[in-house]
T-cell receptor, first 115, second 115 residues
Framework: DTGVSQDPRHKITKRGQNVTFRCDPI?????LYWYRQTLGQGPEFLTY????????KSRLLSDRFSAERPKGSFSTLEIQRTEQGDSAMYLC?????????????FGPGTRLTVL | KQEVTQIPAALSVPEGENLVLNCSFT??????LQWFRQDPGKGLTSLLL?????REQTSGRLNASLDKSSGRSTLYIAASQPGDSATYLC??????????????FGTGTRLKVLA
């Protein structure tokens, strides 16, 4: 069990470019979450997967954002036509399917800077 | 809508002091509450998880209490050390309005322990 991993750890891009982040959850964790954290704020929920099914998307997730978890294992988060307001830390978390009592294990995050 | 508030926003103490961090939430219908530590530019490390049926949890020099009816939790750190310097985040898992067991985070308390 190596924990949740995220790649890349840092990404600098120019406004208007597309970026894609990857999250590898702890093996056998059915639930996967994406959060976004801006400077000085707590993480905010973006989206949630139960296996390969995307069950909820926050209104923060505009149509420029898309997330996938094609085989119920790793997940990708893509941002199209990036804007400076997208600059943030993007955190991934996973948890086992143990009803309401589970805790979420967070990855190290991907820090995005949009110039 | 669940809202989580943390007070104080920042705290600076000399090494060796005992200290208390506060977290309050507006909706007492929670499943659990978790305290996290975040070092600058890093992901989240889980410190303590308190289920809704519990009153407190302890780990080493850390003790977290939960008073669900009043919507409050405290994190007590005994004999603080410079290595405790970090941002401490409180997160609650609320009754889902859409079937998603996401965490709602506070904005954190930035702690600095002076040697």
């Amino acid at each position: 069990d190596t924990g949740v991993s995220q790649d890349p750890r840092h990404k600098i891009t120019k406004r208007g470019q597309n970026v894609t982040f990857r999250c590898d959850p702890i093996s056998e964790h059915n639930r996967l979450y994406w959060y976004r954290q801006t400077l000085g704020q707590g993480p905010e929920f973006l989206t949630y997967f139960q296996n390969e099914a995307q069950l909820e998307k926050s209104r923060l997730l505009s149509d420029r954002f898309s997330a996938e978890r094609p085989k119920g294992s790793f997940s990708t988060l893509e941002i199209q036509r990036t804007e400076q307001g997208d600059s943030a830390m993007y955190l991934c978390a996973s948890s086992p399917d143990r009803g309401l009592a589970d805790t979420q294990y967070f990855g190290p995050g991907t820090r995005l800077t949009v110039l | 809508k669940q809202e989580v508030t943390q007070i104080p926003a920042a705290l600076s103490v000399p090494e060796g002091e005992n200290l208390v961090l506060n977290c309050s939430f507006t909706d007492s219908a929670i499943y659990n509450l978790q305290w996290f530590r975040q070092d600058p530019g890093k992901g989240l490390t889980s410190l303590l998880l308190i289920q809704s049926s519990q009153r407190e949890q302890t780990s080493g020099r850390l003790n977290a209490s939960l008073d669900k009816s009043s919507g409050r939790s405290t994190l007590y750190i005994a004999a603080s050390q410079p290595g405790d310097s970090a941002t401490y985040l409180c997160a609650v898992k609320s009754a889902p309005t859409s079937g998603t067991y996401k965490y709602i985070f506070g904005t954190g308390t930035r702690l600095k322990v002076l040697a």
